[in-house]
Antibody
């Protein structure tokens, strides 16, 4: 069974750091695109970052320079290192197995399997 | 930046057809994905590549595309379909992924 389990969330002070983990089972993280998505309280979904199977990484402007996405192949785990945290980073963070590629006339980028999320609260 | 635009809310009676639109300039060249999210739960993929339905998703869910607009259609809406629905795609470079603002579907 394909499954994603996030961990590492918690309460952190503004300016602090936190590392989220996403343990995968039923598939290989390094062979897939993998994404982080967050949802602030009462708000919509916001894409945060993606790592391609080839290792390329991309970030939303709101987190660029502060967050780093990575993976540990032997642990089959995805990470999100979050530095210089701000109150507006408070959210539920989801990891998601993702897909990407191109077909004759269009490109496709999406998420097909999601974890249950881990909550990050940035507050003093 | 790149944006996808959805209506904030759609309301239908049980058994009717709900249509949720999503507009974005890159959609003619970028496929869209649709997710359903119920309160307190993680999102679930309901449509991929504009109109493909994952296994396990009821046939009443369908998707279509026309120019810069994609549409999620739920035929014969049931009470259990009440949820938030989000479209998602990427910009023309494929390096900026984006969600629409979400549409709250209310079953009257």
């Amino acid at each position: 069974e394909v499954q994603l389990v996030e961990s590492g969330g918690g309460l952190v002070q503004p300016g602090g750091s936190l590392r989220l983990s996403c343990a995968a089972s039923g598939f290989t993280v390094s062979s897939n695109y993998m994404s982080w998505v967050r949802q602030a309280p009462g708000k919509g979904l916001e894409w945060v970052s993606v790592i391609y199977s080839g290792g390329s990484t991309y970030y939303a402007d709101s987190v660029k320079g502060r967050f780093t996405i990575s993976r540990h192949n032997s642990k089959n785990t995805l990470y999100l290192q979050m530095n210089s945290l701000r109150a507006e980073d408070t959210a539920v963070y989801y990891c998601a197995r993702s897909v990407g590629g191109n077909q004759p006339t269009s490109y496709y980028y999406g998420m097909d399997v999601w974890g249950q999320g881990t909550t990050v609260t940035v507050s003093s | 930046s790149y944006e996808l635009t959805q209506p904030p809310s759609v309301s239908v009676s049980p058994g009717q057809t709900a249509r949720i639109t999503c507009s974005g300039d890159a959609l003619p060249k970028q496929y869209a994905y649709w997710y359903q999210q119920k309160p307190g739960q993680a999102p679930v993929l309901v449509i991929y590549k504009d109109s493909e339905r994952p296994s396990g998703i009821p046939e009443r869910f369908s998707g279509s595309s026309s120019g810069t607009t994609v549409t999620l259609t739920i035929s014969g809406v049931q009470a259990e379909d009440e949820a938030d629905y989000y479209c998602q795609s990427a910009d023309s470079s494929g390096t900026l992924w984006v969600f629409g603002g979400g549409t709250k579907l209310t079953v009257l």
